[in-house]
């Protein structure tokens, strides 16, 4: 507030109306604590949110509107944790591969969610089943 970022502002009350609707919908009082896990759960979902809207903002030719959502998305992005690179991905994936004895790609989907049960909150879903998708090929 003392810095006049208008936009960090906006986005950390938006955070903490989130996360009082969150407990809310979750069976607890506004008093209660929001345990690490649901806090992660709630700006990621916020950060989807942003980066949805600056797909259709794109796509609907409102350049000025993408670019405030933008703004709100990398202040998001500093509250999340840093997230996995394919490379280090795949390292896991063919350890994971091969413990598992998983040789044939109809076992594919179980592979990736036995991955994703382990990676939880370090790595995109869409990377992990990109690397195991490459692991097949």
Do not use: H
């Amino acid at each position: 507030m003392l810095a006049k970022d208008a936009v960090r502002l906006s986005v950390v009350r938006n955070m903490v109306s989130s996360f009082m609707n969150e407990l809310v919908a979750t069976g607890k009082t506004p008093q209660d604590i929001l345990d690490d896990a649901g806090v992660l759960k709630v700006i990621k979902r916020l950060s989807n949110q942003r980066k949805d809207s600056i797909e259709q903002f794109v796509k609907g030719g409102r350049p000025e509107l993408a670019e405030s959502e933008q703004a709100e998305l990398a202040i998001l992005d500093t509250y999340l944790p840093t997230l996995m690179s394919r490379e280090e991905i795949k390292v896991v994936a063919l350890a994971k591969k091969a413990a598992l004895g998983v040789t044939d790609k109809a076992k594919a989907g179980q592979l990736t969610g036995i991955i994703m049960k382990d990676l939880a909150g370090k790595a995109g879903g869409g990377d992990v089943k990109a690397v195991v998708d490459e692991l097949f090929v």
